[in-house]
Structure formats: C-alpha cells, structure tokens
C-alpha cells in the first residue's frame, strides 16, 4: 500500500504501518550512523544529555557525500543498518520511533522494535542520488568533528521508503524472499 | 626505457576517482537496463527503475551514484621497460586520490587507524596492488568499494576434498548471508586457487572483469553460468525485497594452488560496481 507520512510521528502511525507499505515521509529527521551512535551511547552511559529529542522521532543511518555549492547536500542513500543493533535497542527504549537503513537486523531490535512499537524502513540502497533529490535542507546539529558521521537535522520531502519490520514484528525480507521461492516451488522451476 | 613523469600519474588517478563515481561502465549500465526488462517481481521492477533514474540523476546533476564513494582501491600494472621519475610512486597515486576525493565533492570515509578510528578527511591513503608486466605501458585501474558489500565478502580456506560442489556452497552461502546488506543486484567476484591472500585479491581482481565477459577456461565458464542461475533462484531480489535479479554476473579467476588446500575468496560488490581503466 502506498502511504504518506509525517516525522515525528505518533504510536497511532506506527501501529497503522505494515511490513511492505511503502511510505512517502514528509518532515524532520535525524542522520546518525557508527561513530555518532557510539559516541550516543557513551554519552547515555556517563549519564548525560543526548543532543537530539528522540520520542517520535526518525533516524536515517546515512553518511552524505559533500554538497556542491547552492545545494543542501550531495548523494545521500542508507547505510548497512545492522551495524548500529548494538545500539539500537537502548535508544528505542528511550522513544525512538523510526529508523531508515538498509538490510537485515538483529532479533534484539526486531524484539525492542515490537516493545516499543516502532518501525523499521529501508530506502533502496545504492540511489544516494535519487534519494537527495527529496532532501530539502540539512544542517549538522551535533558532533560536527565526525565529518560526515555528524549528527545532522533533515527537512525531508516525500522521501520514498518501504517498511520492513513493523511494530509487530513482520519482517519483510523473510516475506519477500520466501514468496519467491514458494512461487518457484509451486511452478517447479 | 621509458620515462614517465609522476604528475601523469597523479593528475589520471584524480580524473578516475572522480569519473568511477559519477559514471558506471557501459557494461554495468547495460546489465542494469537489462535486468529492468527481465525481473519478474513488480516491487523489483520498482526498484530497478529506481536505481535508473538514479544513474541519470547521478550523470545529469553531478552528484555521486552513490554516497558511499568508497576507499580507492587500485591495481598498478606496470611494465618493467617504464621509469618514474619526480618522486615516490605511491606519493604520487595518493595525491591523486586526495585531489580527487577533494575536488570531485566524494565523501571521505577513510579512518587513519582502524581501532582509533579518526577520519583522514581526504579519503587517503588508498589500497594499491602492483603488478610488473613485460613492456614500457602503465595499465591502471581505479576501483572504489563501498563497504557495505565488502562487509559481506568471505574467504573459505576447503579441503581439496570438498571439491567443485563445496566451492559453488560457499558462494551460495556468501550471497545468502549478504541478502539485503550488499545492496542487490550485485556482482560476484571470486577468486579459487593460490593462498589465503591470492584468492582474496582474485575476487578483487575479478569484479573489475566486464559482467558480460565469461571466463575463458570451460569449466569455469560453467561454474560462473551456473553459479549466476542459482544465485537468481534464491529469490532475494533487487533491494532484499524479493525477485529473479539477485546477481547481475559471477566473475570467477583461477590459480594454482597447494596440495593440501582448496582456497576460495568471494568479494561481493552492490550495483554500483565501480571502475575506471586506463593504460599510459
């Protein structure tokens, strides 16, 4: 189903989305990937203040190249998300809402995504230039001397991804990958 | 003898940097157009066509394919009849990666110190392979990998007796494991034979191999057909989101290898399959 979405966005949202929706998000969201997810969680565990709001919020697992001049940023598609597993349950356990990567996750996410109601999207890996094209603006809002693993703040516009996991647990590269081979089966290829 | 200055080498590295990550060879671009016309799933025709406009966006708007520009990796072929002269060599090639990370507005993802972790900021130094042919002619080719497949590459060190049946599982179970993470549809490099490095750098080596050129010796033009066909059927599809485009090719190279082993390397690109050639 094709949808249009908001960020932030509510449980309510979350709850309506299902694995295999695709989404047209439309709003805030946040850059963050390795070095600004480890740096989040030694913050966390010093007991201090992250530098972003996450309850309801998104965050985006990606790396910009540089923008040229006169425009918000250069090609900017998902990274790897499973690298940041590690991390990823603690920070929905603190009201993270949404995350857009690429590829598999872990069972701890998928079970902290299920806890806490939240969805996984992948935007398609590897369009860095197409997707910018939905990126109105950016600005580094935290850890500017991690380059570009900085935390930055997009304005996004129609910005095209596909639920994977939903807050049920659905996970739809198990689903997309078992209909092909039951359809192959089937027709005994 | 031939003279060659330095500066040459420098200023064409620059130039292949840049054009590897704004451009995919006409190989790669006409597999990709292909594939569209031949996937079976909607959603994967979707994607297809998305990773199309893509490339356009990427030639017409100057903006990298990819935003993962890659660490330069680069094979040196040069005859040994060539002299270089007005420095170091890998000075010079460094250079030309640096000026062409920085001028050609590519991300700098390089870390100095991979357990320290702090960014070079100009995507330097670069991973060089050299090789002396016969000649006085420099063939250099610039390969920028993105990390995301590179993440999925293995090696498997077999035993002779695993033969050619654990070598196409050991493929099979490399792109099953990068599913969604490597970016499909990708290209498969692999590399059997030689020692635990040799096979490795063969699968390197073979992703810089033309998709539409099948290996010259028959039975590994069979592996490689057969391996592609298989690859297709695991269903996982453009994107990880299901359909027949997992591979757009199975590049295999070969070497001689010891008694007791069985080596094979499977380095897995996505479908940005970068590389620039040029021969001095």
């Known amino acids: 189903m094709e949808r249009h979405m908001q960020a932030p966005f509510s449980e309510q949202d979350a709850l309506s989305l299902k694995a295999g929706d695709y989404v047209y998000i439309t709003g805030t969201v946040y850059t963050a990937r390795d070095a600004a997810h480890k740096r989040m969680q030694e913050t966390l565990a010093a007991g201090g203040e992250l530098p972003i709001e996450l309850t309801g919020n998104i965050i985006y697992y990606m790396g910009p190249s540089p923008a040229r001049e006169g425009r918000p940023i250069g090609s900017a598609g998902p990274t790897t998300a499973s690298r940041m597993d590690k991390y990823t349950p603690q920070l929905l356990d603190l009201g993270l809402k949404g995350m857009i990567g690429k590829g598999k996750r872990s069972e701890e996410v998928k079970a902290a995504i299920v806890r806490n109601k939240a969805v996984y999207f992948a935007a398609v890996g590897g369009a860095g230039a197409l997707l910018s094209k939905s990126i109105l603006q950016s600005e580094v809002v935290a850890y500017d001397d991690l380059g570009t693993e900085a935390i930055r703040r997009l304005e996004v516009k129609d910005f095209p991804v596909i639920v994977i996991i939903d807050s049920e647990g659905n996970d739809l590269y198990e689903m997309a990958a078992n209909a092909v081979c039951d359809s192959a089966e089937n027709s005994g290829v | ?280």
């Open chain 2, 1 to 280: 003898m031939r003279t060659i200055p330095l500066s040459e080498i420098t200023k064409n590295i620059k130039e292949m940097c840049i054009e590897a990550n704004y451009t995919l060879t006409p190989d790669m671009d006409c597999a990709l157009k292909h594939a569209k016309e031949t996937e079976k799933s909607p959603l994967g025709r979707q994607i297809l066509s998305q990773l199309q406009d893509n490339l356009q966006i990427a030639g017409e708007d100057d903006i990298p394919i990819c935003q993962d520009t890659g660490m330069a990796v680069i094979f040196m072929e040069i005859g040994q009849e060539v002299h270089f002269e007005g420095g170091v060599l890998e000075d010079a090639i460094n250079e030309g990666v640096r000026q062409g990370y920085v001028e050609g507005y590519l991300r700098k993802s390089v870390v100095g110190d991979p357990c320290i972790r702090e960014n070079t900021k100009d995507n330097t130094p670069a991973v060089i392979h050299y090789e002396i042919k016969a000649g006085d002619q420099v063939r250099i080719t610039v390969a920028p990998k993105g990390f995301g497949s590179e993440n999925m590459s293995r090696v498997f060190m077999l035993k002779p007796a695993d033969g050619m049946e654990g070598v196409k599982n050991a493929v099979l179970t490399a792109v099953k494991d990068a599913g969604p993470n490597a970016c499909p549809p990708m290209v498969v490099g692999v590399g059997i034979g030689g020692t635990f490095e040799k096979c490795a750098l063969m699968a390197k080596k073979a992703l810089t191999r033309p998709v539409d050129e099948r290996s010259e010796i028959p039975y590994v033009r069979e592996m490689e057909e057969e391996l592609l066909q298989k690859i297709n059927a695991t269903g996982i599809g453009p994107g990880g989101l299901g359909g027949s485009t997992t591979a757009l090719a199975v590049n295999i190279n070969t070497y001689p290898t010891h008694i007791a082993g069985l080596p094979v390397g499977i380095n897995i690109c996505c479908h940005v399959n970068r590389h620039s050639v040029r021969t001095i």
